[in-house]
């Protein structure tokens, strides 16, 4: 009777799951293996290989390498200051950091634009300073600033979670045996923080690799990555049969990349701390 | 009419809005009464009471933001439009799934007063001229900020390929607009099918764009109104609303030609008044009528009447009406076939990711 129960109260669960996960899916699977007329065909799929689709998944994938990147060397010095001071307040710290996840994204995306703009207000104080103007705004750089302003709290978070988990006892016990702080940070915190970092590049290097709409606001419409095709394809294009075969060459790419993480992952914690 | 479309909040509360009055309409449908389904501010609302105390006709005013919206609220269905203003790709759309009812011109007393340089225009997507009645008519151009760009280098499209300007030029972030400068550069028609003729342009326009600024749609008119970028392509009534927001913007259309678009009246199958309608367009074709709603929106008139009786400036502004010998070069829209439409898809593909 208690199991019958439990089961039950998973019921509003099972039904999203099918009407907002599986069935989606399905639809999506359906559309790529059909054509127009309804006949089954692997040419949604294989069109992957078109060089402008080959082009615009590469771009993708450097971006979003590069975003992970430059999220990574960001967050974790920055973790490891927050974890290792015991200062007052530092949770409040911590959450500043969050905060402005809080904010609708489009929103701080939006507001990036009027920043970087020709006549923006950056360009106004490098005027002022004398430096003179930049092109800034429209350019890959921009795409990849905005995807780790983004995306940045989704890297300090785990990492910073599994920081704090080392206990300073650890930490004592390896500089009583004698390693220099360049040992411990390598031999010591580095191997119990991977789970967190593994955790970390997932969190990013997916939302980046599959963004559309930080490239559009920041790319000025001239930086496509395979998220632009796909939404091209369903929006103007309307080949909704084309789009969801890339979108589902898009998803092998996710799991395979998930997949390679978990590999390096040995422990399992990284998606734990989640 | 194309002017720039606010997203969202407005549509959503457009189509509850009307979602809810359809069912008051439906209630008197038989009295004495016409539903007009018209753009947004497209209308002199004096015009609306001259009508009313002319006729004892009382009018239904529902307006909509794009022709897309228009779409799904015509089809919809919960509402019988009786006459309808919109674009021409849509109103040849609906021609083409047989929602439109020819009108009967031999009644009206004012049909004569319209430009039969339009009339020719409109039978790309009309073209028997049984169908719609065009109401205002304007261009595809270029909208360039007077302190940066003299009005003598804007009469070429070849100004966009200028490398004097580069960062500072803003396209149309949709295919056949920005294809329109390269075609009409390289002497081809703007409807064209040939694939050879559409690889051409893209290599133009691939040449074209390290020196452009952005794609845009929606943000262009507020760039350019923020001094962003020196020179923008845009519809004429996209310009009309920059040029409203900063006193330096000025628009023209290039001497090789353009695209020509004109918003026409077309009254649907499921009409419950067709007396009304007919009278409503006859009456909008009127001298006087016709002059309050060009003085309301400010976009060209078709009305020939209007036209001549218009100071010599107005009548001579080119950000208004585009010189006859520009107009000879632009052509309106044609629907294109599906080959050609995923042509076009995946050469704006090409385009986006060199």
Redesign the interface.
């Known amino acids: 009777m208690y199991k019958l129960k439990k089961q039950f109260l998973a019921g509003p669960y099972f039904i999203w799951m099918i009407g907002f996960i599986l069935l989606p899916l399905a639809f999506i699977l359906y559309y790529a293996l059909t054509t127009a007329d309804g006949a089954f065909t692997f040419s949604n799929i294989a069109a992957i290989a078109d060089p402008v689709h080959v082009k615009s998944i590469v771009l993708s994938l450097k971006l979003g390498a590069i975003c992970t990147l430059v999220c990574l060397v960001l967050a974790y010095p920055l973790c490891m200051i927050l974890s290792s001071f015991r200062f007052r307040h530092q949770s409040f710290v911590v959450f500043l950091f969050i905060l402005p996840m809080w904010m609708n994204f489009m929103l701080r995306i939006l507001a990036w634009r009027l920043l970087l703009s020709n006549n923006g207000i950056v360009n106004s104080i490098l005027a002022a300073v004398g430096i003179g103007h930049i092109k800034m705004l429209n350019t890959q750089t921009a795409v990849v600033f905005g995807m780790v302003y983004d995306f940045l709290p989704f890297m300090i978070l785990p990492i910073y979670n599994s920081m704090v988990r080392i206990k300073p006892e650890t930490l004592e016990a390896a500089r009583d045996l004698g390693a220099g702080s360049f040992t411990v940070l390598v031999k010591i915190i580095f191997p119990l923080t991977l789970s967190g970092i593994i955790s970390g590049v997932i969190m990013v290097f997916v939302p980046a690799l599959t963004s559309f709409v930080i490239s559009d606001l920041l790319g000025g419409g001239k930086v496509l990555l395979i998220g632009n095709v796909i939404e091209q394809e369903f929006m103007q294009g309307t080949n909704w049969h084309l789009g969801s075969g890339l979108s589902v060459v898009l998803m092998l790419f996710v799991i395979a990349s998930m997949a390679l993480m978990n590999v390096f992952d040995k422990d399992g914690g990284g998606t734990a701390v989640w | 009419m194309k002017k720039f479309y606010m997203l969202s909040l407005p549509l959503a509360a457009a189509l509850f809005l009307g979602g809810c009055r359809g069912t008051a309409d439906a209630a008197d449908a038989d009295s004495n009464t016409l539903v007009v389904l018209n753009y947004g501010k497209y209308l002199e609302p004096s015009v609306i009471e001259q009508f009313e105390e002319e006729t004892g006709i009382k009018i239904k005013l529902e307006e909509y933001e794009s022709p897309e919206e228009m779409y799904t609220k015509f089809t919809a269905g919960s509402i019988s439009y009786d006459v309808v203003c919109t674009s021409d790709y849509m109103v040849e759309r609906l021609i083409s799934e047989g929602e439109v009812s020819p009108i009967d011109f031999s009644g009206f007393s004012n049909y004569q007063n319209l430009n039969p340089d339009i009339l020719e225009a409109s039978r790309i997507f009309d073209p028997e001229n049984q169908y719609s009645m065009p109401y205002f008519y304007g261009t595809l151009g270029i909208l360039y900020n007077t302190t940066m760009v003299s009005q003598e280098e804007t009469q070429s499209w070849n100004i966009l390929w200028d490398d004097t300007y580069r960062?500072?030029i803003i396209m149309q972030?949709?295919?056949r607009d920005t294809f329109v400068p390269a075609l009409r550069l390289l002497g081809y028609d703007i409807n064209t099918e040939d694939d050879r003729e559409l690889t051409d342009a893209l290599a133009l326009l691939i040449e074209q764009?390290p020196i452009?600024?952005?794609?845009?749609v929606d943000e262009t008119a507020d760039?350019m109104a923020?001094?962003?970028?020196a020179m923008a392509l845009v519809y004429s009534g996209e310009a009309a609303y920059a040029m409203e927001l900063n006193d330096d913007l000025s628009y023209s259309v290039p001497k090789e030609g353009s695209n020509l678009w004109i918003d026409s009246w077309f009254i649907p199958k499921r009409c419950t008044h067709r007396e009304n309608a007919e009278k409503f367009l006859d009456f909008l074709c009127r001298e006087d009528v016709a002059m309050a709603n060009f003085e309301y929106v400010c976009y060209a008139s078709p009305n020939q009447k209007v036209v001549d009786a218009l100071d010599e400036e107005v009548k001579n502004d080119p950000t208004i009406f585009p010189p006859d010998e520009i107009l000879e070069n632009c052509t309106v829209y044609k629907q294109l076939g599906i080959d050609t439409?995923?042509r076009y898809?995946?050469l704006?593909?090409?385009l986006?990711?060199e």
């Open positions: 960062d500072s972030n949709s295919v764009k452009v600024y952005a794609y845009y760039e923020a001094g962003n970028a439409t995923e898809s995946y704006w593909k090409t986006k990711s």
